[in-house]
């Protein structure tokens, strides 16, 4: 039965980042740069192994597929972000947040899957290099990343019919700065059990899945790696792998800090500091780790760059 105050609620209202005025217009600036270097920095690293033939290998095709899916969910997020410190009154419409949160899941959990995906590329390069080209054969990677995006689509649409069932209260004013899981929870005025179980099992299999599947990748790599004699040897295959466990960490680390803990360990504004990591901030620094550690982007990049001058 519908409580008495609930209503078909139209549209929602964002609270945002912060209600203090005063931090808006800085907040604004701060995290449009974090946009422009997120766009820049993954449309950027796209394009370099889509011109570079020398990257066309399966590393780089999930780097590639990585540097998408970054670009698109920080692109489904931000700017409305973007919009709660330069408007009165932020709002979205219902339908135009059960979209948000799709699209956002959807990305999200692609992520967690596709980084899985290179720690298992990684397994192979460095524990059976003979067979690498053979086990990591195109169709092999295309069922990979097949099976990367049917997840997150299966994620997406499991959250997002439990919370399409829900009735919202009369009080729309939504405590986060995107429409996410948890937050939309405390607006419903009917029982959110089944949600709540939903989010430990598919957040469960979304962030489990993957983690095991890197430490059991990392496991069998580091046992290669303290085979390797040689010191070069082995400060060549402890480099190939350092820009993905810098990724992975920054990425699972928060989270799994923002879902696998009971709401009442974890406020909600706290909640909204631990989203920024993994919504704003690793979609930026995931193309400026795989750059910077990264010789064959380098390489590319001078490849590139001296092409334009010279024509």
Do not use: W
């Given at each position: 039965?519908?409580?008495?105050?609930?209503?078909?609620?139209?549209?929602f209202i964002?609270?945002g980042?912060?209600d203090q005025?005063?931090?808006?217009?800085?907040?604004f600036?701060?995290?449009?740069g974090?946009y422009?270097?997120?766009?820049?920095g993954?449309?950027g690293?796209?394009?370099?192994?889509g011109?570079?033939?020398?990257?066309h290998?399966?590393?780089?095709?999930f780097l590639?597929?990585?540097?998408?899916?970054?670009?698109c969910?920080?692109?489904v997020?931000?700017?409305?972000m973007l919009m709660?410190?330069v408007?009165?009154k932020?709002?979205i419409?219902?339908?135009?947040?059960?979209?948000?949160?799709f699209?956002?899941l959807?990305?999200?959990v692609?992520?967690?899957f596709?980084l899985s995906?290179?720690a298992?590329?990684?397994?192979?390069?460095?524990?059976?290099p003979?067979v690498y080209m053979?086990?990591m054969?195109?169709q092999?990677?295309?069922?990979?990343?097949?099976?990367v995006y049917?997840?997150g689509?299966?994620?997406a649409?499991a959250h997002t019919?439990?919370?399409?069932r829900?009735?919202?209260c009369?009080?729309?004013?939504?405590?986060?700065y995107?429409c996410d899981?948890?937050?939309?929870?405390?607006r419903?005025?009917?029982s959110?059990?089944?949600?709540?179980?939903v989010?430990?099992?598919?957040?469960?299999i979304?962030?489990g899945?993957?983690?095991?599947t890197i430490?059991i990748?990392y496991a069998?790599?580091?046992s290669?790696?303290l085979?390797?004699?040689s010191?070069?040897?082995r400060s060549k295959?402890?480099?190939t792998c350092?820009?993905?466990i810098?990724?992975?960490?920054?990425?699972f680390?928060s989270?799994?800090?923002?879902y696998l803990?009971p709401s009442s360990?974890?406020?909600?504004?706290q909640g909204k500091?631990?989203?920024?990591?993994y919504?704003?901030v690793v979609?930026?620094?995931?193309?400026?780790?795989?750059s910077?550690?990264?010789?064959?982007v380098?390489?590319?990049?001078?490849?590139?760059?001296n092409?334009n001058s010279?024509?």
């Amino acid at each position: 039965m519908v409580p008495e105050n609930s209503s078909s609620v139209t549209e929602f209202i964002l609270a945002g980042l912060t209600d203090q005025p005063g931090l808006h217009i800085p907040l604004f600036l701060l995290f449009l740069g974090f946009y422009v270097v997120t766009v820049v920095g993954n449309l950027g690293l796209i394009t370099l192994i889509g011109l570079n033939s020398h990257l066309h290998t399966p590393m780089y095709f999930f780097l590639f597929n990585l540097s998408l899916i970054d670009f698109c969910y920080s692109t489904v997020i931000t700017p409305k972000m973007l919009m709660s410190f330069v408007s009165k009154k932020n709002v979205i419409s219902y339908s135009g947040c059960m979209t948000q949160l799709f699209f956002f899941l959807f990305f999200v959990v692609s992520e967690s899957f596709i980084l899985s995906a290179m720690a298992y590329d990684r397994y192979v390069a460095i524990c059976n290099p003979l067979v690498y080209m053979v086990t990591m054969s195109p169709q092999v990677c295309l069922l990979l990343l097949l099976g990367v995006y049917v997840m997150g689509f299966a994620g997406a649409m499991a959250h997002t019919a439990c919370m399409v069932r829900l009735n919202f209260c009369a009080n729309n004013l939504v405590n986060h700065y995107m429409c996410d899981i948890l937050p939309l929870l405390e607006r419903s005025c009917t029982s959110t059990r089944v949600n709540q179980l939903v989010v430990f099992i598919v957040v469960g299999i979304d962030i489990g899945v993957p983690t095991v599947t890197i430490f059991i990748s990392y496991a069998l790599i580091l046992s290669s790696i303290l085979r390797i004699r040689s010191t070069e040897g082995r400060s060549k295959a402890f480099s190939t792998c350092s820009s993905h466990i810098i990724a992975v960490s920054l990425f699972f680390g928060s989270g799994a800090f923002m879902y696998l803990k009971p709401s009442s360990l974890l406020p909600m504004n706290q909640g909204k500091v631990s989203s920024l990591f993994y919504t704003i901030v690793v979609p930026m620094l995931n193309p400026i780790i795989y750059s910077l550690r990264n010789k064959d982007v380098k390489v590319a990049l001078k490849k590139t760059l001296n092409k334009n001058s010279f024509s």
